[in-house]
């Protein structure tokens, strides 16, 4: 005959060594351990295009800012333009162009700019080749890049 005690105690069921029941612990900490898991889980990871924008962003940012640097080398000026847009087939010849460009190889900036670009054109031309969908080829649009527009404020009396 069993008893009403049999294996009725958690202690019958887990060691003493083992962690008790999920259902034990409180839903507080249930979820925090569930926001902690969706957070350090990406949502998506980066797409080419994605990161392809980003970086050409990166570089035509910078390369503004060491135009724009009084700090840096008079050869700076001398640089090809470098304005990207990844939606022009021409963005390929102006990479190339510029990553092999002879001057201002003294200055760590510029390498660190030129090794961007060569990253840039390598994931365009090989990781992402299928990926992407040029829009135009005009190269002339990227010598003179399109000025965002300037917002007119209107202040009448």
Do not use: W
Not at 4 to 11: D, F, M, Q, V
Not at 59 to 71: D, G, M
Not at 86 to 113: M, T
């Amino acid at each position: 005959m069993l008893s009403s005690t049999y294996l009725t105690r958690a202690s019958d069921f887990f060691p003493p060594s083992l962690p008790p029941p999920l259902d034990k612990l409180p839903t507080m900490k249930m979820l925090l351990l569930l926001v902690a898991l969706l957070s350090a889980a990406s949502a998506a990871p980066p797409t080419c295009y994605s990161r392809v924008l980003s970086l050409s962003k990166e570089i035509t940012e910078a390369f503004r800012e060491l135009q724009t640097s009084t700090a840096v080398d008079s050869c700076v000026g001398t640089l090809p333009r470098l304005y990207l847009d990844i939606h022009n087939y021409c963005v390929l010849a102006k990479l190339r162009d510029f990553v092999a460009y002879p001057g201002c190889d003294r200055v760590p900036e510029v390498n660190e700019l030129k090794e961007k670009a060569r990253s840039l054109y390598t994931i365009l031309i090989s990781y992402c080749r299928r990926d992407l969908v040029f829009l135009t080829d005009d190269c002339n649009a990227l010598e003179i890049p399109i000025s965002p527009p300037i917002e007119h404020s209107i202040t009448e009396s």
